[in-house]
């Protein structure tokens, strides 16, 4: 069985000039603004990224940690793209959300883990889409359900986005593991099986939760011929307000980008 989606390349809405890898970086919150816009520029001047990325309205597990910052997040990540050309990139989880963050100009959405689960959820947000034309990422549902995926961006492409892409983010396990969320690679093969032209974007901060393991995460992504990376990256990890341990700074980010191998071409 193959998927009916329809889908543009992904040089059509990000990384027009090209730059291998594909990585969209940035922190997993925007906490203030001098740290985002900080980072930004931090992050441009690598060279290496296409797109900003930053948590503005976070899906808690907990009630009564940090929730993001909220809409006024949206004029630090106008700044930080004026500043630096870097397009923006925010997750979205109700039509509010994407209502906010379209009328603000922030380039690319992305669907979260825990909104992935929930396909009234996900219809909620792809009727808001309706009409639109942005870029819209999907990240794995929380736990290990490949139809769950499917389904979600199934409702965000009939909606008619059409620039679309997969992140995965790993899964919830039982099992106790070196790392955060399961990669459970299998299952990001089964999409790609299921919709051969859908970009598959790897997110090994999440995956790992553990900064020392992100290079190795990446580079096993690239050799399964993924078309990109989501890494958070903070001006200052050690004192990040959400996901500190995963969280590398832009100069760390650079070297994980220069040390990995892109997956050569068959001949
Ligand atoms: C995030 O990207 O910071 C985030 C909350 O991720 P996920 O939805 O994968 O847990
Ligand atoms: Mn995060």
């Not at 990325?53 to 910052?69: D, L, S």
């Not at 459970?184 to 999440?206: E, F, Q, R, V």
Request: hydrophobic share 45%; proline share 6%.
């Amino acid at each position: 069985m193959k998927l009916n989606l329809n889908i543009q390349p992904l040089n059509t809405w990000i990384n027009k000039t090209g730059i291998e890898p594909l990585v969209i970086a940035g922190p997993c919150s925007a906490e203030t603004e001098d740290q985002l816009v900080a980072t930004a520029h931090l992050l441009a001047k690598t060279g290496k990224i296409s797109a900003l990325r930053a948590g503005i309205w976070k899906p808690r597990t907990r009630p009564g940690e940090f929730e993001g910052i909220g809409s006024i997040g949206l004029e630090w990540l106008k700044r930080a793209k004026a500043e630096t050309g870097l397009p923006t990139a925010v997750e979205v989880a109700t039509a509010k959300h994407v209502e906010e963050a379209l009328k603000a100009g922030v380039d690319i959405l992305w669907v979260g883990a825990r909104s992935t689960v929930n396909p009234f959820t996900v219809q909620e947000i792809a009727d808001a889409l309706r009409g639109v034309d942005v870029p819209v990422m999907v990240k794995n549902p929380v736990n290990p359900d490949l139809s769950l995926w499917v389904g979600a961006l199934e409702r965000i492409n009939n909606a008619g986005i059409t620039k679309l892409a997969a992140i995965h983010r790993g899964f919830s396990s039982y099992e106790k593991s070196a790392f955060r969320n399961e990669p459970m690679w299998d299952l990001a093969i089964g999409l790609k099986t299921l919709a051969p032209h859908l970009p598959i974007i790897n997110d090994p901060s999440h995956i790992t939760g553990n900064r020392d393991l992100i290079g190795y995460i990446s580079q096993k992504a690239l050799d399964l011929d993924m078309q990109g990376l989501m890494i958070e990256s903070h001006i200052d990890p050690s004192v990040a307000w959400t996901d500190a341990a995963q969280q590398v700074t832009p100069a760390a980010l650079s070297d994980i980008i220069t040390n990995l191998h892109l997956r050569k071409p068959e001949v």
